[in-house]
């Protein structure tokens, strides 16, 4: 048996890596998680990004959280919108009626991510938004973060939140329109053009 010289850094080998979780693929995501919006309403939009790590690669089992109000800038008050199988308690979807404003998606293989949700009205002297709640592997904490939806400039530059931001990276905040009620939003977890990510105290 070789013994090592522990004393001197450069001796020492290092240790294989291992993924940090924890995992959420698991029971937490549930079929149409991203269908927000109740089906066939005129104000529905649809969101798609992808969630990356430092490196620009995409995440196949992060999962995020959607919350926003409904068009007129009102939290939801309903119970919610999920039905069971009252026989065998399997879970049937959400009943197509109630908005709640609450989704969970999980990302695909390819780190991929999407949503359909009522386009969020302004509350208060804030922009119109989404909050934010991503889960990933190697994230002991989740993060917070906002969707703001572009088309109101007088209303991004007065909002109180996205005038703290340096300017640089207020377009992390900000979805990118691809096309009437569409739109892109990537979220980086680090390295160069990082989501900026907020702290709740």
């Known amino acids: 048996m070789t013994k090592i010289d522990t004393s001197r850094p450069e001796t020492v080998l290092p240790t ?3 993924t940090v979780g924890p995992f959420y693929g698991h029971a937490l995501p549930f079929p149409g998680g991203g269908d927000i919006a109740p089906v066939g309403h005129p104000d529905t939009v649809s969101l798609q990004g992808y969630i990356l790590d430092g490196e620009g690669n995409p995440l196949p089992d992060a999962f995020l959280e959607l919350w926003g109000p409904d068009p007129d800038g009102n939290l939801s008050r309903v119970d919610g919108s ?7 308690g399997g879970f049937l979807g959400r009943n197509g009626v109630e908005f709640t404003g609450w989704g969970r998606i999980q990302t ?3 780190g991929h991510w999407t ?3 009522l386009r969020p009205g302004a509350r208060g002297r804030n922009a119109p938004y989404l909050s934010v709640c991503v889960f990933a592997r190697g994230l002991l904490v ?19 939140l996205l005038s703290r931001v340096d300017e640089a990276r207020r377009g992390t905040l900000i979805a990118e329109e691809q096309g009437p009620g569409a739109y892109r939003f990537d979220i980086r977890l680090q390295g160069e053009g990082e989501t900026v990510f907020l702290e709740f105290q």
């Open 115 to 117: 949503a359909r949700t």
């Open 108 to 110: 695909d293989a390819n």
């Open 142 to 160: 989740h993060l917070f973060t906002r969707i703001y939806l572009p088309g109101d400039e007088a209303a991004l530059a007065a909002d109180p």
């Open 16 to 18: 294989p890596s291992h």
């Open 82 to 88: 999920m039905r069971r199988d009252p026989a065998s």
